[in-house]
């Protein structure tokens, strides 16, 4: 069983910068693929940025590739995301997920949430 607990939502001005931080419980193995996936009002959840164990499988939406830097921490069990050049579009509630043995699937460990919000 993992755990993963979000961190670093908030309101930001468009252009602006955020930095999400998640930590997971559990081990390496278990952990698998890390990765953030987001809901904007009326949509989908949709996949953000994603992360292989071995840190040298990245997969990006094509929205936020150069905005975006996902990276991760395996001594800590922490998966980040830095997000760049924020744009209004980028509002959702952005989610943590682990457990998948794919960069393109989601696992199925999720966390809570944590509400992004870009507006002047």
């Known amino acids: 069983q993992v755990q993963l607990v979000e961190s670093g939502g908030g309101l930001v001005q468009p252009g602006g910068s955020l930095r999400l931080s998640c930590a997971a419980s559990?081990?390496?193995?278990?952990?698998?693929?890390m990765g953030w996936y987001r809901q904007g009002p009326g949509s989908q959840r949709e996949l953000v940025a994603t992360?292989?164990?071995?840190?040298?499988?990245?997969n990006y939406a094509d929205s936020v590739k150069g905005r975006f830097t996902i990276s991760r921490d395996n001594a800590k069990n922490t998966v980040y995301l830095q997000m760049n050049s924020l744009r209004p579009e980028d509002t959702a509630v952005y989610y943590c997920?682990?457990?998948?043995?794919?960069?393109?699937?989601?696992?199925?460990?999720w966390g809570k949430g944590t509400l992004v919000t870009v507006s002047s």
């Open positions: 997920n682990s457990g998948s043995y794919s960069t393109r699937v989601p696992g199925r460990y």
């Open positions: 559990g081990s390496g193995s278990t952990v698998g693929v």
């Open positions: 992360i292989s164990t071995s840190l040298t499988t990245q």
